[in-house]
């Protein structure tokens, strides 16, 4: 167990640590820090974590909390494309929070991504999200696959969305193939 335990924690200092890579074209130093990446990808991770519990949980105030007052929605998917205030969608969903907060419905929504750019202080997400909704029945009401990109800034250490770009219908293929 002991050896173990050694190989873990050699293998959790190496991936912790940063790296350093030398350019050979212009013999400069590149460092690149490996702990600050995966720590902004794991504060990331916190926020898509946090997103998914709001919904879960019908918690209205702290999935409205994820997003910048400013925000803005744009949904391409539907025959109706539409642009607008994270304000007025949050209006359009806050009795489908109300409801699974009751217990009249559960809700569900995971994350899955494509492309991750980030820096210390914004990010660009680009995935598929699955939202399902089913009664107290156990009726399926929802269950949709949809492309997405979210824009995000970090404000006072927190991740907060700026835009949530809402593409199109995707496929179980599509879910599929980003696992």
Do not use: C
């Amino acid at each position: 167990m002991k050896k173990y335990t050694v190989i873990f924690i050699v293998i959790l200092i190496a991936s912790i640590s940063s790296v350093k890579a030398i350019n050979y074209t212009s013999m400069t130093r590149i460092e690149t820090n490996s702990s600050k990446d995966s720590l902004r990808l794991a504060e990331l991770d916190y926020f898509w974590t946090e997103l998914s519990r709001t919904v879960n949980k019908g918690d209205f105030e702290g999935y409205k909390a994820a997003y910048h007052d400013d925000a803005v929605v744009i949904f391409a998917s539907g025959k109706n494309k539409v642009s607008l205030p994270i304000s007025t969608a949050l209006a359009n969903w806050k009795q489908g929070f109300s409801d699974t907060k009751a217990g009249k419905t559960s809700d569900s929504v995971e994350f899955r991504f494509s492309q991750r750019i980030n820096d210390g202080s914004t990010a660009h997400e680009t995935g598929i999200f699955h939202f399902k909704s089913i009664d107290s029945n156990g009726k399926v009401r929802g269950n949709s696959l949809v492309h997405f990109e979210m824009l995000l800034v970090k404000r006072n250490d927190v991740w907060i969305g700026l835009m949530e770009y809402q593409k199109s219908e995707a496929t179980e293929k599509d879910w599929a193939s980003l696992e």
